[in-house]
């Protein structure tokens, strides 16, 4: 079973994109902290969120908000612009939970000017 949910907070307003048949992308840079010893290690995460919950992402999720993504690996290999092999690591995310008063989206907001969209 491919399965991961991760929870942590986004680097960047997300990224959408259309593809060439018109469906929507949303594209997230998600950071989740481990500690090692003493010390808190930062892991970045590549999240690909798609149709419905790209809308999602794209009206309610901002830089630096609080989330929760539901998913599952995806590993892929490409090359790069010099003809080097190059490996990618993506979480491909079936849910999204948004997490607490982020910024850009508390929940009474949310509930006061329309249904949730989860």
């Given at each position: 079973m491919n399965f991961i949910i991760l929870g942590g907070r986004t680097?960047?307003?997300?990224?959408?994109?259309?593809?060439?048949?018109?469906?929507?992308?949303?594209?997230?840079?998600?950071?989740?902290?481990?500690?090692?010893?003493?010390?808190?290690?930062?892991?970045?995460?590549?999240?690909?969120?798609?149709?419905?919950?790209?809308?999602?992402?794209?009206?309610?999720?901002g830089k630096g908000d609080s989330i929760f993504v539901q998913g599952e690996i995806n590993y892929s290999e490409y090359q790069d612009s010099d003809g080097k092999a190059r490996r990618s690591t993506e979480i491909i995310a079936r849910n999204i939970e948004l997490v607490g008063n982020n910024k850009h989206n508390t929940p009474k907001e949310r509930m006061d000017t329309e249904e949730v969209p989860f």
């Open positions: 680097g960047r307003a997300p990224e959408i994109r259309l593809t060439a048949t018109g469906k929507k992308m949303a594209i997230l840079s998600l950071a989740t902290s481990k500690r090692v010893g003493d010390e808190t290690k930062t892991l970045w995460h590549r999240v690909i969120l798609w149709d419905k919950q790209a809308d999602v992402c794209e009206k309610w999720v």
